[in-house]
């Protein structure tokens, strides 16, 4: 049996907006999989984000462990997405831990309607499109959000 895992990236969005794509497409659980929980932006802060997330009936988890290295971080800025991939494998998917933190994140995912959040608006240039090739094999389909659809 398949499930869904959601993702999204935050750039562009107001956190009433990624509030409102979340409620559409039925997402219970927010995976943060950045590194460094911390945004310029109004209201993607760690805890400000978690905290208008239990405002709107929504859970939040965060696997730090799952974010991309410094390095990858700049790789993905500088439009090397191929080097991006490479980096946050090497360091982070293909190592005991990040292996550990991948389990746990399936096996919430297997458990309730979860959306994986980073910055990036698009999936093929962040390590979210890693974590759902790395899921897909356990039955999850990868269904990305882009939450400009809701005239807020």
Known sequence: MHKTLFTIGYEGLTPERLHAALREAGVAVLADVRAVANSR????????????????????EHFRSLGTPK?????ARADDAGLMRRIYCEEVLDTADGGLA?????????????????????????????????????????????GDSFGL
Do not use: I, M, W
């Open 102 to 146: 991948l389990d746990a994140l399936a096996e919430l995912a297997g458990r309730t309607p979860l959306c994986l959040l980073c910055f990036e608006r698009d999936p093929a240039r962040c390590h979210r499109r890693v974590l759902a090739e790395r899921l897909a094999p356990r039955g999850f389909d990868t269904v990305d959000l882009f």
């Open 41 to 60: 932006k109004r209201g993607f802060s760690k805890n400000t984000l978690k905290a208008g997330l239990a405002e709107a009936g929504l859970g939040y």
């Open 71 to 75: 390095s990858g971080r700049e790789a």
